[in-house]
């Protein structure tokens, strides 16, 4: 495999919409890296480690624990009620009338013979169609609430493994202390001293805490949660730190949800601007060995602009189901925009097919086949496109890395210096030392 189809399929990984986690994780490993030595090197090792601790377990939580969690209800739940886990409720959504039209639609214009069984058991039987949404509704519960669970977990853990830390940390400089105290009074010279209340100072041994730090690194975060994440964080932060807790989580919340969209807009109109390149069409398709040939099938032009004239959301979904093999849904289908069943190159009725989204792609589509018209070189055209979608999506990686795993926390280290008289280690870890200080002295 050349290194050109490696770095493609890198960035076809990372280029991935809908429930794909290899942005997320992308994103999160590099961003939680970063906090992970910030607050190390800016703040304190202890605060390094609970960091390391949270931001690492809460990805391994979301990215690995939630589509395990989903596949293993699955498995066990829909198949003892025989149901078909692939089915999108959505798609039992009612019209003006009270009627299920979609679901209609759907059964009428599928050519499969078991989806189209499926799809009139589930329309004819309201009490199918109630046992659908009650395992969905089960399924969400069961995916998000065990994470939840464990995150809350997660975040005592390693509260208590902080303490621990520093228990240890005083019990071994009061031993220490102890220790030299025994030797200097062993000796005649200095045995006349009374050393029992000179205050020694040690500071542990910092290379141990921070490797220690980084035990906890496996991957992982998923976005749809962010609001039971943020309340477990929330409602477990110590005195001390919930300021830093809420902002934190506002920060990410606002960047996840109101800044990566326009961010991602900007980069492709820039693009498009300055290059001339509609870099909005989806990587997996602009990197797709047969676009080329796709562009050059004869009346695609005429079949995307009928295709966008199209009012009626039905009647999106008869052309696609009813054009199966031509080009343009082939399109769509590379873009992610169709879901197809398990296995095959084949659309999945029972999965939920979002018209808007299928025609703004066939849109962008027909961008793509314009610009390659104008286009003196064809094969440079879309290189250039392709290589600048990539860079794109690259890069709204690394600013949303940047964001979160540099700017915000040492945004936080500024606040916190001025809300602590100039201190930087986490309020909460500093009120536990100065507690466990107190604690030993007074057993010393």
């Known amino acids: 495999m050349s290194n050109l189809s490696i770095a493609t399929k890198f960035i076809q990984q990372l280029s991935k919409n809908g429930d794909s986690v290899i942005p997320i994780a992308a994103k999160d490993t590099l961003s939680n890296c970063a906090i992970t030595y910030i607050y190390d090197k800016q703040a304190s090792k202890e605060d390094g480690k609970e960091r390391a601790i949270e931001e690492f377990g809460t990805e391994v939580v979301w990215i690995a ?26 798609n039992l959504r ?52 065990i994470p939840l669970a464990a995150l809350a977990g997660l975040i005592v853990y390693k509260q208590k493994s902080t303490q621990k830390d520093l228990e240890q940390k005083f019990i071994k400089k009061i031993e220490l202390q102890n220790a030299v105290n025994n030797d200097i009074a062993s000796k005649p010279a200095f045995g006349k001293f ?62 996840i949800y109101f800044l990566a969209t326009p961010i991602q807009n900007g980069l492709e109109f820039l693009g498009n601007k300055f290059f001339k390149a509609p870099i909005k069409n989806e990587y997996s398709l602009l990197s797709h060995k047969n676009l080329k040939e796709f562009l050059n099938t004869p009346g695609l032009k005429e079949s995307i602009d009928s295709f966008i004239d199209i009012k009626n959301p039905d009647e999106v979904l008869k052309y696609i189901f009813n054009n199966e093999n031509s080009t343009l849904v082939e399109m769509l289908k590379i873009s992610g925009k169709i879901p197809l069943q398990k296995g095959k190159n084949i659309s999945n009725a029972l999965g939920y097919i979002n018209t808007k989204d299928v025609q703004i792609s066939a849109r962008n589509i027909r961008d793509l086949f314009e610009g390659m018209s104008k286009s003196k070189n064809v094969d440079k055209f879309l290189s250039k496109t392709k290589n600048l979608k990539g860079v794109s999506v690259i890069v709204n990686i690394l600013i949303g890395a940047t964001a979160i795993g540099v700017f915000q926390p040492m945004l936080n280290i500024v606040l916190r210096k001025k809300k602590n008289n100039g201190e930087t280690t986490n309020p909460a870890i500093k009120k536990l030392e100065t507690e466990m200080a107190q604690k030993f002295a007074f057993k010393g």
């Open 94 to 145: 009612k019209d003006a009338n009270g009627k299920l039209h979609r679901l209609e639609t759907l059964l009428h214009n599928v050519k499969d013979p078991i989806q189209k069984q499926t799809l009139s058991n589930i329309l004819n039987n309201e009490n199918v169609q109630k046992l659908y949404k009650k395992l969905h509704i089960s399924r969400f519960i069961f995916t998000t609430g």
């Open 65 to 90: 624990g939630i589509p395990l969690l989903k596949k293993l209800f699955n498995n066990t739940v829909y198949k003892f009620f025989n149901a078909d886990s692939s089915f999108d409720t959505r």
């Open 194 to 255: 009374d050393t029992s209340k000179k205050n020694i100072s040690f500071k542990g041994n910092p290379l141990a805490s921070f490797l220690a730090s980084y035990m906890y690194n496996p991957v992982k975060n998923m976005q749809i949660l962010d609001g039971g994440i943020t309340t477990t964080r929330l409602a477990l932060a110590r005195k001390g730190e919930r300021f830093e807790v809420g902002f934190k989580e506002l920060f990410q919340i606002a960047l």
